[in-house]
């Protein structure tokens, strides 16, 4: 599928119901539900579709779609795949498509080094890396210039 930034992934938009989600993929594999913080009242469902691919619905956006989670190639951004290319690869991709400098991000820990993302918040996309290479798409909606404001796709 294509991802289109701010506006969703195929024929997927963002701020669809999980109800309309289902009517056009199916049911999903599985379901995972939970709080972004423990005792925030921020909760989440996430639907698999594939165990790389899922679409998380937020009580925060009255459970409409609000981010989809791309962990595997098959889709594509601006006409190419660009899962399992090195960070330089990909920045320099987007940086033709884009106007802004990404906000880097270490997310390095014990276990796991070399965890890093790249965040085009105009785009409402993060790159994920490991290891240098780009491991999973974040796609979300985007705001208004008042930055509070969801601009749902039409």
Known sequence: MNIQPGI????????IS???LIAVLGKPLS???????ENSGDYN?????QEDLS????????YRLGLITIRHQGHTL????LIGLPVEIVKSFISKE??????????SYEDVLNHISLDYDNLGLSFWFDDNLLDEIQC?????EDGNTVKWPE
């Open 8 to 15: 969703g992934i195929g024929q997927i938009k963002f701020g």
């Open 18 to 20: 999980e109800e309309q």
């Open 31 to 37: 379901v995972k539900e939970g709080e972004y913080v």
């Open 45 to 49: 469902r996430e639907l698999f579709y």
């Open 55 to 62: 679409f998380t619905f937020d009580s925060e956006d009255s």
């Open 78 to 81: 601006f006409g190419r795949d």
């Open 98 to 107: 884009a106007s802004e400098v990404p906000k880097f991000k270490d997310w």
């Open 140 to 144: 979300s909606y985007l705001f208004f």
